[in-house]
T-cell receptor
Framework: DADVTQTPRNRITKTGKRIMLECSQT?????MYWYRQDPGLGLRLIYY???????NKGEISDGYSVSRQAQAKFSLSLESAIPNQTALYFC???????????FGEGSRLTVL | SQQGEEDPQALSIQEGENATMNCSYK?????LQWYRQNSGRGLVHLIL?????REKHSGRLRVTLDTSKKSSSLLITASRAADTASYFC???????????FGKGTKLTVNP
């Protein structure tokens, strides 16, 4: 089983719908991250959490929210999806302050 | 904001050749990391080099860091078709634990 699991792996939805992407990890890491990847733009940080009570905005948090339900679970929500949120979303974890990240396999979201 | 910038954007070589990718960054760092991404898959950490290190090896990978020039290079020796992937450098933003990624170099190794 993967150490960092993302669900769903693929999702097609319509503009205005609420979408939740879920991430769970078995690495026992405190630090969890959500990144977005768009062609030609690399990865951009949406939100990150250093523990259950600590949530921080990243570079592009507008239009997104997160929930850290437990040490192992970190969910990303799009309250009202729009087409320019079509992207590949990655969850990642880190176990130390140096910052080496362990990534999930990604959730491909298409907003029509 | 983009911290690291890889060069070239794309690189195509023959199997057995060496591949060199470069990364430039803007602000002082305490470490620089390289990641690999197979098409549409999650990123995989390759190697981390600290600011007080100049060179590091891992198997067929060789990473150098020049803090005076704010640049790093990743060399893959004796490349294989399986090395075909995108390669990203990443640096901590402003001394924090947030990693900022470049746009990547897409490497194609032809059999």
């Amino acid at each position: 089983d993967a150490d960092v699991t993302q669900t769903p792996r693929n999702r097609i939805t319509k503009t205005g719908k609420r979408i939740m992407l879920e991430c769970s990890q078995t690495k026992g890491h405190d630090r969890m991250y959500w990144y977005r990847q768009d062609p030609g733009l690399g990865l951009r940080l949406i939100y990150y959490s250093f523990d259950v009570k600590d949530i921080n905005k990243g570079e592009i948090s507008d239009g997104y929210s997160v929930s850290r339900q437990a040490q192992a679970k970190f969910s990303l929500s799009l309250e009202s999806a729009i087409p320019n949120q079509t992207a590949l979303y990655f969850c990642a974890t880190s176990g130390n302050s140096v910052g080496e990240l362990f990534f999930g396999e990604g959730s491909r979201l298409t907003v029509l | 904001s983009q911290q690291g910038e890889e060069d070239p954007q794309a690189l195509s070589i023959q199997e057995g050749e060496n591949a060199t990718m470069n990364c430039s960054y803007k602000t002082s760092i305490n470490n620089l990391q390289w990641y690999r991404q197979n098409s549409g898959r999650g990123l995989v950490h390759l190697i981390l080099i600290r600011s007080n290190e100049r060179e590091k090896h891992s198997g067929r990978l060789r990473v150098t860091l020049d803090t005076s020039k704010k640049s790093s290079s990743l060399l893959i020796t004796a490349s294989r078709a399986a090395d075909t992937a995108s390669y990203f450098c990443a640096t901590p933003q402003g001394g924090s634990e947030k990693l900022v990624f470049g746009k990547g170099t897409k490497l194609t190794v032809n059999p």
